[in-house]
């Protein structure tokens, strides 16, 4: 069994390989069970998440990745995801490798957000919003931009101004014009692409701000309880998830909305079907488009597969 670090992962998945492998596993697809979601008690502080994500490719590879989420982290300094990836055959079930599963699952998101984005963002979008300030906030700064070449600013907006600095400090000292945005509502209201990233119980991105023609990427709620964008949004918005049975079950982003009868899930498209032409991303300038990540075992293997096939 290889043992495949965080280094290896990084110098691998850069946008311009894993984007395509994504859009190549979005269209052919593979065997994804839904994924195991275990609630673990944390004394003193917020409940942490266990997940199990299995996935697999008939004859080829399987996979599964074990995360955990634990809120309380950021007061310990300490990431709040943490994960590992385990590779194996498809034919025999043989272990091929154990990957670094937190650089593979920052990675595969903010390229999964990059890939809806090629067919929901405006070709000419100039401005970037991140709400978030954390490792999957940077990612999704770093991926739109080296996929979306006409971006010329970025702003970042976090509850903690401290770590909004840091990271427009950071993506600054990489050659990102980025700076801090203290007002989120006029922050969003001059964005037109904003990328979301939190533990957001209630929404942060709300309808009335968003102006005509903005995608907006929602990532952080991962459960039916937490949600980054309101109903005002969604109403407006013509709605994409990664996989629709995954966001329609687990991401409050569309669960509260279709709860209130606000949002039709018939109306719901996923990336997949985006991916194979079965239908159309944006259609017009003044389009609103949401893009409801809640992430996906397809995602994890097809991050994997590169990794283990290019190191």
Not at 128 to 154: D, K, M, N, S, W
Request: aromatic residues 4%.
């Amino acid at each position: 069994m290889r043992i495949i670090d965080a280094a290896a992962v990084t110098a691998t998945l850069t946008p311009d390989r894993l984007v395509p492998a994504l859009e190549r596993m979005f269209r052919e697809g593979c065997t994804t069970p839904v994924r195991h979601h275990h609630n673990v008690p944390v004394p003193g502080t917020a409940d942490g998440t266990l997940l199990l994500m299995p996935a697999w490719q008939v004859g080829a590879y399987l996979g599964t990745k074990v995360v955990t989420v634990f809120p309380g982290n950021s007061a310990l300094g300490l990431p709040a995801v943490s994960a590992g990836y385990l590779l194996m055959d498809g034919r025999t079930g043989a272990v091929l490798a154990m990957i670094d599963g937190g650089e593979l699952t920052g990675k595969r998101t903010a390229a999964t957000s990059a890939l809806a984005a090629r067919f929901l963002a405006r070709r000419d979008a100039r401005s970037l919003l991140i709400v978030g300030t954390g490792r999957i906030a940077g990612e999704l700064a770093r991926c739109h931009v080296a996929t979306l070449p006409g971006l010329e600013r970025v702003r970042v907006w976090g509850r903690s101004p401290a770590g909004a600095a840091r990271l427009a400090a950071a993506l600054a000292a990489e050659g990102v014009h980025a700076t801090v945005a203290t007002d989120l509502g006029a922050a969003v209201a001059e964005a037109d692409l904003v990328s979301c990233a939190t533990l957001a119980i209630e929404p942060l991105i709300h309808g009335a701000d968003v102006r005509p023609g903005t995608h907006v990427d929602l990532v952080g709620g991962y459960t039916p309880s937490m949600r980054e964008g309101d109903d005002a949004l969604i109403v407006r918005a013509r709605v994409v998830a990664d996989t629709r049975d995954g966001a329609l079950k687990e991401g409050g982003d569309l669960v509260i909305p279709v709860g209130r009868g606000i949002l039709d899930p018939a109306c719901v498209a996923d990336l997949g079907m985006l991916c194979r032409g079965e239908c159309a991303g944006r259609s017009a300038p003044d389009d609103i488009t949401v893009f409801k990540s809640v992430g996906a075992s397809l995602e994890d293997l097809a991050a994997a597969i590169l990794v283990y096939e290019s190191t």
